[in-house]
């Protein structure tokens, strides 16, 4: 159960890129993994809720934090699910990829992140990847020239 949770998860990761798959539209693959409600925008609760999902999939020993080696693990996903994903045209994907990071996520430093620290970054994720700032993602903050 634990793995098939986790391939949903580096499905997610795989949507952070800003294009979807094969159809070159900006934004659509975040869109449609992150916009829980299919309401064509990305808020703090849906961040939330799919951060929530991804760490409890990379949270290997259900103890709420993810150590050294499960965030390897998650890195390794990430960096994986991502090496053939074409690029946004803005570096949204990147700066996706960034908010994901240990760094990011480490808030007190001590090498490894807890599910509290995971979710109480979420708005700071979801900033990275709000190009214009009005505290939602939709699809104009995707795309080049935007």
């Avoid at 990761?13 to 925008?41: C, H, K, R, V």
């Avoid at 390794?76 to 990011?104: C, I, W, Y």
Wanted: aromatic share 8%; glycine share 12%; no cysteine.
């Amino acid at each position: 159960m634990k793995t098939l949770i986790a391939a949903t998860a580096v499905s997610a990761l795989l949507a952070t890129s800003a294009f979807a798959a094969g159809t070159g539209t900006p934004g659509a693959g975040f869109l449609d993994e992150w916009d829980m409600n299919t309401d064509g925008q990305v808020t703090s609760e849906d961040v939330s809720s799919r951060r929530s999902d991804i760490f409890v999939s990379f949270d290997a020993d259900d103890n709420g934090v993810l150590d050294a080696e499960e965030y390897a693990f998650f890195d390794n996903a990430r960096e994986t699910s991502h090496s053939d994903q074409p690029k946004g045209g803005h570096g949204g994907d990147r700066k996706a990829a960034v908010g994901m990071t240990l760094e990011f996520n480490d808030v007190d430093g001590d090498g490894s992140v807890s599910l509290e620290e995971f979710l109480g970054q979420s708005a700071a994720w979801l900033a990275l990847v709000d190009r214009n700032g009005d505290g939602v993602v939709m699809a104009n903050d995707f795309g080049p020239n935007r």
